[in-house]
């Protein structure tokens, strides 16, 4: 058979190599074809592509619940600090409101730490401590979007605070929060700020900047005639020895008003 299509093909006017080719292709027609296979990087190519479809989809989500804020913590004593927190209750980002402030932060390494133990371990530390020694209150105020969660928050840090020393917790909103960081202090200082403004509205957020809490309470003492609360205790007293304070809360977080390491705007729904 195979005779017989050479003698075929050499009637034909063809180039040689076009012959054998076809030749061989008759020849081996009827043989079972090898599978094919892909290249091993067209086959990695895949793979990858795959694999990153994959991670878009997961990574929105992932960004989301890891690194975008949805509520705060303030510590203010003469360092003035604020903790952003993420849904897990994590500290995402730590920042200084002023010289005292960073260099607190830049001392400890708070990422990701659960909120109540970057708490105890602010209160705790060496800066703190010694103002505490020195007979100084120091201010924690949270600010949550969600009543209900911003009450959870303001019990743990009670509870943080236990033993402690002066150590005032405080409630605040999210309105109140984001004007705080446009005014570039943390939301617990701003608080003070306010009160000591409705007594004194000659004064400025630049006056109280460079200004330590117990300054600003000093202040406020001698213009509302000796009542202050570190002296009074204004507010109910918790269990923790420190005490609460409510201020407005609910409403939505805007966009742009964080001044923290770049994770975005605050989320103001669950």
Same mark, same amino acid.
């Given at each position: 058979?195979?005779d017989k299509l050479r003698?075929?093909?050499d009637?034909?006017?063809?180039e ?5 080719r ?7 027609a009827g ?8 290249p ?6 895949t793979?990858?592509a795959a694999a990153a479809?994959?991670l878009v ?13 949805v509520?705060a913590i303030?510590?203010?004593? &003469?360092?003035?600090?604020?903790l952003s927190?993420n ?5 995402i980002?730590?920042?200084g409101? &002023?010289?005292?402030?960073e260099a607190l932060?830049s ?7 659960p ?7 602010i209160?705790?530390s060496e800066t703190?401590?010694?103002y505490l020694?020195?007979? &100084?209150?120091?201010s ?5 979007? &969600?009543p ?11 509870a943080?605070a236990?033993g ?7 409630e605040s909103g ?6 705080a960081?446009?005014?570039?202090m ?5 608080r003070a700020?306010l009160e ?11 006056d ?19 009542e ?5 205790g204004?507010?109910?007293q918790?269990?923790?020895?420190g005490?609460?304070?409510q201020?407005?809360?609910?409403g939505g ?5 964080h ?9 103001g729904h669950?």
């Open positions: 058979m195979e003698a075929a093909f009637s034909v006017h063809a040689t190599e076009l012959k054998e076809t030749m061989a292709f008759l020849a081996h043989e079972e074809a090898p599978p094919r296979r892909l091993a990087g067209h086959l990695c190519r793979i990858a479809c994959l989809l997961l990574g929105a989500s992932g960004y989301y619940t890891l690194l975008v804020p509520s303030s510590v203010d004593v &003469n360092p003035s600090l604020e927190l849904r897990l209750d994590r500290v980002s730590v920042k409101y &002023n010289p005292e402030g932060a001392s400890l390494d708070l990422t990701f730490q909120y109540t133990q970057a708490l105890e371990e209160l705790s703190v401590s010694a020694a020195g007979d &100084n209150a120091v924690i105020t949270v600010a949550c979007y &969600n209900d969660k911003s009450a959870q928050m303001l019990s743990a840090a009670q943080c236990q402690c020393g002066q150590v005032y917790c405080h999210s309105a109140e929060l984001e004007e960081h446009h005014a570039g943390s939301v617990g200082k701003y700020f000591l403004q409705a007594l004194d509205p000659s004064v400025t957020a630049e109280v900047q460079s200004m330590s809490m117990r300054e600003i309470r000093d202040r406020i003492a001698a213009l509302s005639g000796g202050t609360e570190t002296s009074t204004q507010g109910s918790s269990s923790s020895g005490y609460v304070q201020s407005g809360s609910g977080w805007g966009q742009g008003g001044h923290g390491h770049g994770h975005g705007g605050w989320q669950e």
